[in-house]
């Protein structure tokens, strides 16, 4: 098991930050229905904020289809064929963004390779948490920083966390 995988069984991470949040929430919050969530998404997005962001799955797919009109494939098959991942949240998929390319929209080739590399055991919610969250593997670094320039080192990483994820 990661220790990505120890953290949320233990308790929601807070992305970026490599710590549990707190399980006791104001009493203001219980009353809220998904706070949780809305607070772990919140801290995702402030931690993809430097590699792109986070993307609404339909807006991108539109995006797409504009630069793509004659071999636009939709997001829900991109996400089908393991092309790109993301989450379910406020019932939309967001993808981060650094799995695009800035100017074209065009699926980067690292990010597919690691998260092939990651395989099925990981679901996108795993899959974007792992890309910014520091790695032991990874002398603490986050995968993410380190795509450009040290991908042999990530796929390594992550298929030591396959591994340790899966057995």
Known sequence: MSSLQRAHASGP???GVGRVISQRPCAHLRAI??????IQVAALRLAYKG?????????????????????????????????????????S??????????????IRAAPRLVRAELGEGFDG?????????PNLWLA????????EC????????????RFVATG
Not at 33 to 38: E, I, L, M, N, V
Not at 140 to 147: A, F, G, M, T, W
């Open 13 to 15: 991470v807070a992305p």
């Open 33 to 38: 229905p998904g706070w949780q969530d809305d």
């Open 51 to 91: 590699a792109g962001g986070l993307g609404r799955g339909d807006e991108i797919g539109r995006l797409m289809a504009d630069h793509f009109p004659a071999t636009f494939i939709s997001m829900a098959q991109l996400v089908a064929d393991e092309e790109v991942f993301g989450f379910e949240w406020d019932r």
């Open 93 to 106: 998929l967001w993808p981060p963004m650094f799995q695009f390319g800035l100017l074209d929209l065009s």
């Open 125 to 133: 919610w795993a899959l974007s948490t792992w890309f910014i969250e």
């Open 140 to 147: 603490s670094c986050r995968p993410i920083d380190l795509l």
């Open 150 to 161: 040290q991908l042999q080192a990530v796929l390594q990483a992550a298929h030591a966390d």
